[in-house]
């Protein structure tokens, strides 16, 4: 059977496949990336480099790949929840692929695990968190204590290390009684480890932005999603999900 080969529109100018692919599937898949450019994680970065999204779609179809997502998770709901459906439909459009966007990822992977209230903690300046507040509201989620990082710069995110992270779960967790679940925005996040680490801790199911951007991308390709020992996303038997139903808008 030939390696299925997916492609990936991702925020930084390299156009680097990000590293959880590798380390989720291995040589299962092969991943193949083009790079928006995106100045800063800010309303103002995203409006500057969206309308180039199609375009890049367009190129990995022309490169022969099966599905396509925009891995960036507030470069696709800075705009709200009917602005990402519209993405989403788009990149289908224009492609004749399966897509998806990290936006639907993360509410999918939350829906595939029966998680509503929500605890959420991000790399994000105030400005975006109040964008993603909004759009899990719009999706149908309670979203309870968010706090961020304050990190505009594309480049810092994926420095911050895992107990970082973990003290920011940790922190938005205890603020915000009866969630059920945890999410971690942030494309650019490395997060495999401090997932792992506050399941374990906490008990409870943690969605994050870049391995639930894989995960729906294999997902929406057809493909088995589960990579054992990366937490319960990846654990699970997705043959029977259906993605997450957003709450119709006003």
């Known amino acids: 059977m030939a390696q299925p080969h997916l492609g990936l529109i991702v925020p930084p100018a390299a156009g680097a496949v990000p590293v959880d692919g590798p380390l989720l599937y291995g040589d299962r898949i092969r991943f193949s990336a083009r790079g928006l450019g995106l100045g800063e994680i800010s309303t103002r970065g995203y409006v500057e480099v969206i309308d180039a999204v199609i375009g890049k779609a367009r190129e990995l179809a022309a490169e022969g790949v099966e599905a396509v997502s925009l891995m960036g998770t507030s470069l696709s709901f800075f705009r709200g929840a009917g602005f990402n459906r519209e993405l ?12 998806s966007t990290m936006s639907d990822a993360i509410v999918n992977g939350l829906a595939s695990l029966g998680v509503k209230r929500v605890a959420v903690a991000t790399a994000y300046i105030d400005e975006v968190n109040l964008l993603l507040r909004r759009y899990l509201d ?113």
């Open 88 to 99: 989403q439909a788009e990149l289908t459009r224009a492609t004749g692929l399966p897509s």
């Open 138 to 250: 719009d999706s149908g989620f309670e979203p309870l204590a968010i706090q961020g990082l304050s990190i505009s710069d594309v480049q810092a995110v994926a420095a911050v290390p895992t107990e970082v992270l973990v003290n920011l779960c940790r922190t938005v967790f205890k603020a915000s009684p009866g969630a059920d679940g945890i999410l971690i925005s942030c494309g650019g996040l490395v997060t495999l480890d401090a997932v792992r680490q506050i399941e374990g801790e906490l008990g409870i199911p943690v969605v994050s932005s870049s391995p639930a951007g894989f995960w729906d991308l294999v997902r929406s390709a057809g493909l088995d999603p589960r990579a054992p020992g990366h937490g319960r996303l990846f654990a699970q038997d997705v043959s029977a999900f259906r993605p997450h139903a957003a709450a119709p808008l006003p």
